[in-house]
Structure formats: structure tokens, C-alpha cells
């Protein structure tokens, strides 16, 4: 009996796989499987989908610089906003301040009073002086809360206008 001895390929190490790799771009290279077929994509329908994309460019452009819009209208909103808020707190600190000022005034005025009729006059003459000096810083307060409104609706009333103008435009 012979013995005939074949030389066997030995198996591949991983190196020599990775070495003998295809470029980058080939996914599976050794499964037919997963090899994409060569087809000629029609001229029509290439064209259409260019035509969709440039489509979803534009639209994403649009979206994008109202997206930017609205940003900058809610921040200068929100300014505005602090802005009239700051100075209402200051017109109500100032009214209290004046309120108390007038209350330790004529509380010092009736402890000095030297009769009871001398009470009476410091007295209703405090209650008038104060509610003429409360209608007043009522209707301060209340043109000042108008004015903030105005203020604060006005740029978000010419941003709808704007839009609605373009709308009609399109």
C-alpha cells in the first residue's frame, strides 16, 4: 500500500483574511448572497427622486428660518416682558412705599392730636387723602399694565400678520 500524501491548503489565519480584505465600501465581499446587483436605475425616476430631495431642501430651509423666527420673537417677547414686569414691580414698591410713608405720618399726627374733634378731622381727612392717592396709583399701575400688554402682543401680533401675508402671497 502507498501512501499518497496530498498537500492540503492549510486554513487562512485571520490576518491573511483581513489582509486580503476588499475595500471599504464592499459589504459581505465572500457571500453572493449579499453582492448587490448591477442595475441601471431609470432616468425618470432618478429624476424624480432628485426633484424630492431638492423639494425636502427647500422645505427644510423654510421650516428651519421660521423655526429661527419664532426663536427670536419669543426672546424678544420674553425681554419685553421682563423689561415691563421689572418696572411694575417698581411702580407697586413705590406706591406701598408712599402708602406707608402716609399711614406712620398720620399715625404720628393722631398720637399728637389734642382732642377728639382734632382725631376726627386728621382722620377722615387721611382716609381722603389716601384714597385719592390709591385711585391714582390704580390707574397708574393699570396704564402701565395696558402699555405692557401692547408692548408684549404687538411684536407677536406683526409676526401672524407677516405670515398671513405670505400665505396669501404662496
Known amino acids: ?55 425636502a431642501r427647500e422645505a427644510y430651509a423654510k421650516v428651519k428660518t421660521a423655526a429661527e423666527d419664532a426663536t427670536d420673537l419669543m426672546e424678544d417677547t420674553f425681554e419685553t416682558s421682563r423689561q415691563g414686569v421689572v418696572e411694575f414691580n417698581h411702580k407697586a414698591v413705590d406706591a406701598a412705599k408712599a402708602n406707608a410713608d402716609a399711614a406712620f405720618t398720620f399715625v404720628k399726627d393722631i398720637m399728637s392730636a389734642k382732642t377728639v374733634a382734632e382725631a376726627i378731622e386728621l382722620q377722615s381727612s387721611f382716609a381722603r387723602q389716601q384714597f385719592d392717592a390709591m385711585s391714582a396709583q390704580t390707574k397708574e399701575m393699570q396704564d402701565l399694565a395696558t402699555k405692557l400688554g401692547t408692548d408684549v402682543s404687538a411684536p407677536v401680533k406683526e409676526a401672524f400678520e407677516k405670515s398671513f401675508k405670505e400665505l396669501k402671497v404662496n
Open 1 to 55: 500500500m502507498t501512501e499518497t500524501t496530498t498537500a492540503k491548503a492549510a486554513p487562512k489565519s485571520r490576518a491573511a483574511k483581513a489582509k486580503a480584505a476588499p475595500a471599504a465600501g464592499v459589504a459581505f465581499p465572500d457571500f453572493e448572497a449579499f453582492a448587490m446587483p448591477n442595475m441601471e436605475v431609470p432616468a425618470a425616476f432618478r429624476e424624480a427622486t432628485e426633484k424630492g430631495i431638492e423639494n
